[in-house]
């Protein structure tokens, strides 16, 4: 796949999680953009927060990092 396509993959996951409302399906979904581009800051980030609000503190900082 190119580059600018991944991206455009990648950029759908995080919106799609982003407008999600249940916590499963936001995580499937920041891990699906992860997994294509793991030092994605967009999908870290809101992957980070979502562990946050999940209380799991130490995977959140970890992330952050």
């Given amino acids: 796949m ?3 396509d991944v991206n ?3 950029g759908r996951y995080i919106a799609s999680g982003r407008a999600e ?3 499963n399906r936001k995580e ?3 891990r699906m953009a992860l997994e294509l581009q793991p030092k ?3 999908a870290l980030n809101n992957m980070a927060l979502l562990l ?3 209380r799991k503190f130490r995977e959140a ?3 952050y990092e």
């Fill in 2 to 4: 190119a580059k600018d």
């Fill in 8 to 10: 455009k993959v990648v």
């Fill in 21 to 23: 409302k249940d916590a």
């Fill in 28 to 30: 499937h979904y920041f």
């Fill in 40 to 42: 994605n800051v967009h």
């Fill in 52 to 54: 946050q609000h999940q």
């Fill in 61 to 63: 900082v970890d992330l």
